[in-house]
């Protein structure tokens, strides 16, 4: 099954500082490209755990007794590694993207390429899809999904448009979505703000900004001490979260200081953000947006 080329696949591992019989967890499995790197990267004592809720993925599971996948969220990475025993771990990746597997399967909904029934669930199982985000959402649900996670300054006028249309007949595939909001792609900007208009259903169907949170906020008790944290985000609402909790330990706001003003937070950065070079840029193109945060235990 075609998945995508790994992004910063030896930035993103060489920040986790690997020790041959450490315990590491990929909380984003899809093709398994750095997992296999990791494994690669392994002695024969070491572990590596995996996490992907979606079912596609698991045909990708790797045949190695240091291996084992989770098909979960890895929104629950602390629960599940207890069923392995596993309490603390040495250093955990995460690649926050779509993997191109996911925009390439035509009727899984997430690519504004192909003309398929509103879906975009990960794991598909869950209940909540892009068709009832957009058939039953309110007119204030939907203009805050697409103002806070497409950032779309129409964000108002798009959704009145779509309650105004599914009246009528529901909106049931991605290009009856397009032809609704037709009046607000004008022809040179129509990829970038369609991209905004699937990006911001996609967040929301599968909670991931929730998700994220959920799972930044049990990194600091999971890693070891001297323990990483290596992280690629693709958009800025993403990567702000990732930022602010490495440097604040919050989502939000600034932390509690002491009487000479200090204060502690449980993670340290790494080096500067990473950025792709223009050569990987130009044989991967996924990798354009992609920012990779590296922290550890301070």
Do not use: W
């Not at 309650?163 to 290009?175: C, G, L, N, P, Y």
């Amino acid at each position: 099954m075609e998945y995508h080329n790994p992004v910063l696949l030896c930035e993103s591992i060489d920040g986790l500082d690997l020790k041959p019989d450490g315990v590491y967890v990929d909380v984003t499995f899809g093709g398994g490209g750095h997992s296999k790197e990791i494994l690669n990267r392994l002695g024969e004592n070491g572990k590596l755990f995996a996490f992907d809720q979606d079912k596609d993925a698991q045909a990708n599971a790797i045949d190695d007794e240091r291996f084992v996948l989770i098909p979960e969220n890895f929104r629950f990475i602390k629960r599940f590694l207890r069923f392995y025993g596993i309490k603390k771990v040495d250093g955990v990746l995460a690649d926050l993207g779509v993997s191109s597997h996911q925009f390439d399967e035509a009727e899984r909904g997430f690519s504004t390429r192909f003309d398929a029934d509103l879906d975009m669930r990960m794991n598909q199982k869950d209940e909540l899809s892009a068709f009832a985000v957009i058939n039953k959402y309110s007119e204030e649900q939907l203009s805050a999904v697409l103002f806070n996670y497409g950032e779309l300054r129409n964000a108002r006028a798009m959704a009145k448009k779509i309650v105004e249309a599914r009246v009528e007949e529901k909106i049931k595939t991605s290009f009856e979505l397009k032809t609704v909001l037709k009046q607000f792609l004008p022809a040179a900007k129509e990829h970038k703000i369609l991209a905004q208009i699937f990006q911001a259903i996609r967040i929301e169907v599968n909670q991931e900004i929730e998700v994220l949170k959920e799972f930044l906020s049990q990194m600091p008790e999971l890693l070891n001490e001297g323990g990483r944290l290596s992280v690629i985000s693709y958009h800025s609402l993403e990567d702000r979260l990732v930022k602010r909790f490495i440097r604040n330990g919050l989502f939000e706001g600034e932390p509690e200081k002491d009487f000479y003003g200090n204060f502690e937070v449980p993670l340290k950065k790494v080096g500067k953000m990473i950025i792709p070079t223009k050569e990987e840029i130009k044989i991967n193109n996924r990798a354009r947006s992609a920012k990779l945060r590296i922290a550890t235990i301070a």
